[in-house]
């Protein structure tokens, strides 16, 4: 890759000029000169120089004076964040200070062997680049979301069955093949909970634990705007909880796990073996909102099972809100509602009393994640020794 910008070699306001923006985004001179506590002048010496080096640039350079805010260019860097959902693949590229420089959404294949999943969405990758004519080497970081349980340390992908859409792969061993710059692995529903707490319906709460049900049961929790994941990334797996030891077998090897009773999967298993008609989910949630008596029960017991492992949950970690993705299993009837009334009702008062279980908010939810996989790069120590922008103990 290209060498990282030393920023500590650039005179002292230069580099206070180019972390600011990092920091900050685009600002315009009069801006900047009051941030830096400098001239108007030295903002103009300053810009002068660093538009030479092509590490700053004007932003609408058609428009009037006051409407022409400086940035930083991809030649400084720029970031990556691809996420990975069942069969859609979103990807951000940004320059280091967060202007988007591309973002798109696409089908891979979900029946594809695991390195050809990755394979097809890092050459969807190099085409964004060539069509933005950006070279590969101002890549400075990459952050790579799997809809997975993935061991954010080493790369590596565990239980062959639970985890068969990426097993045989090391998705950190095979970005770095093609790329020598720090890479961040995360599971995807936690870096959606992340997305869900800086811009959606857990804004204005400092904990947050974002839930969502649909083909499994997986959380997040978000504490200060930052992940939670445990020492390998393998917290959150609330669906794998055992909520009866003797129940059905689960695809990780245990009997009984919660998502077995309310998972889709597990409530159109269960609608088949009472009704013995076969049903697509969506004509089971149109069956439960039309009051078919099959259908109802099941969705009321997945509520209960889903408030009782919560309960478990929230005695141990305390969150302000429980914030769970209206998609999958919320679009029952009444769902949230009942799950927000059986964990009030079975929860220590400190806890029952205290937290708020909500709907998320969030619009374009895929997007929104790969966004903030932006925000977790910009904040990696890694990418900010790529950048040049640790030195002396700035952070951006």
Same mark, same amino acid.
């Given at each position: 890759?290209?060498?990282?910008?030393?920023?500590?070699?650039?005179?002292?306001?230069?580099?206070?000029?180019?972390?600011?923006?990092?920091?900050?985004?685009?600002?315009? +001179?009069?801006?900047?000169?009051?941030?830096?506590?400098?001239?108007?002048?030295?903002?103009?010496?300053?810009?002068?120089?660093?538009?030479? =080096?092509?590490?700053?640039?004007?932003?609408?350079?058609?428009?009037?004076?006051?409407?022409?805010?400086?940035?930083?260019?991809?030649?400084?860097?720029?970031?990556?964040?691809?996420?990975?959902?069942?069969?859609?693949?979103?990807?951000?590229?940004?320059?280091?200070?967060?202007?988007?420089?591309? %973002?798109?959404?696409?089908?891979?294949?979900?029946?594809?062997?695991?390195?050809?999943?990755? %394979?097809?969405?890092?050459?969807?990758?190099?085409?964004?680049?060539?069509?933005? =004519?950006?070279?590969?080497?101002?890549?400075?970081?990459?952050?790579?979301?799997?809809?997975?349980?993935?061991?954010?340390?080493?790369?590596?992908?565990?239980?062959?069955?639970?985890?068969?859409?990426?097993?045989?792969?090391?998705?950190?061993?095979?970005?770095?093949?093609?790329?020598?710059?720090?890479?961040?692995?995360?599971?995807?529903?936690?870096?959606?909970?992340?997305?869900?707490?800086?811009?959606?319906?857990?804004?204005?709460?400092?904990?947050?634990?974002?839930?969502?049900?649909?083909?499994?049961?997986?959380?997040?929790?978000?504490?200060?705007?930052?992940?939670?994941?445990?020492?390998?990334?393998?917290?959150?797996?609330?669906?794998?909880?055992?909520?009866?030891?003797?129940?059905?077998?689960?695809?990780?090897?245990?009997? *009984?796990?919660?998502?077995?009773?309310?998972?889709?999967?597990?409530?159109?298993?269960?609608? +088949?073996?009472?009704?013995?008609?076969?049903?697509?989910?969506?004509?089971?949630?149109?069956?439960?909102?039309?009051?078919?008596?099959?259908?109802?029960?099941?969705?009321?017991?997945?509520?209960?099972?889903?408030? +009782?492992?919560?309960?478990?949950?929230?005695?141990?970690?305390?969150?302000?809100?429980?914030?769970?993705?209206?998609?999958?299993?919320?679009?029952?009837?009444?769902?949230?509602?009942?799950?927000?009334?059986?964990?009030?009702?079975?929860?220590?008062?400190?806890? *029952?009393?205290?937290? %708020?279980?909500?709907?998320?908010?969030?619009?374009?939810?895929?997007?929104?994640?790969?966004?903030?996989?932006?925000?977790?790069?910009?904040?990696?120590?890694?990418?900010?020794?790529?950048?040049?922008?640790?030195?002396?103990?700035?952070?951006?």
């Amino acid at each position: 890759m290209n060498p990282a910008i030393d920023l500590a070699a650039l005179p002292p306001n230069a580099r206070r000029l180019l972390l600011h923006l990092m920091e900050n985004g685009p600002t315009h +001179r009069a801006d900047l000169a009051r941030a830096l506590d400098v001239s108007r002048t030295t903002i103009t010496n300053l810009t002068t120089g660093l538009q030479k =080096d092509q590490l700053v640039e004007v932003i609408n350079p058609e428009a009037s004076l006051l409407k022409r805010p400086l940035a930083t260019t991809a030649h400084l860097g720029t970031l990556v964040s691809i996420v990975f959902f069942g069969e859609v693949c979103a990807q951000s590229i940004t320059t280091i200070d967060v202007r988007y420089l591309h %973002e798109s959404t696409c089908e891979v294949d979900d029946s594809l062997p695991p390195a050809k999943r990755l %394979e097809t969405a890092l050459e969807i990758l190099k085409d964004s680049y060539r069509e933005l =004519d950006l070279d590969l080497q101002a890549i400075r970081g990459i952050h790579l979301a799997l809809d997975t349980q993935v061991n954010t340390e080493t790369g590596d992908i565990h239980a062959e069955q639970a985890s068969a859409r990426w097993y045989g792969v090391n998705p950190l061993q095979a970005l770095h093949q093609d790329f020598d710059v720090p890479v961040v692995l995360e599971n995807s529903v936690r870096l959606a909970g992340l997305a869900e707490a800086l811009w959606g319906a857990g804004e204005k709460y400092r904990d947050v634990l974002y839930v969502r049900i649909k083909i499994g049961a997986t959380c997040s929790h978000v504490r200060d705007r930052a992940i939670a994941s445990g020492a390998h990334g393998g917290a959150g797996e609330l669906g794998h909880l055992v909520y009866r030891w003797d129940g059905p077998l689960c695809a990780c090897g245990n009997r *009984g796990c919660a998502m077995e009773y309310m998972s889709v999967p597990a409530l159109l298993r269960d609608y +088949r073996q009472h009704s013995g008609e076969d049903v697509t989910w969506s004509e089971f949630v149109k069956r439960a909102h039309a009051g078919d008596p099959i259908a109802t029960e099941l969705s009321e017991d997945a509520a209960v099972v889903c408030a +009782r492992t919560l309960v478990n949950v929230t005695h141990i970690l305390d969150p302000q809100a429980i914030i769970i993705n209206d998609t999958g299993v919320a679009k029952l009837p009444g769902f949230i509602a009942q799950v927000r009334s059986h964990l009030t009702e079975r929860a220590l008062p400190l806890i *029952g009393r205290n937290v %708020e279980v909500i709907p998320s908010t969030l619009p374009n939810m895929v997007e929104s994640t790969a966004r903030a996989g932006i925000h977790t790069l910009r904040h990696h120590p890694q990418v900010q020794a790529a950048i040049g922008a640790n030195g002396g103990g700035a952070s951006v």
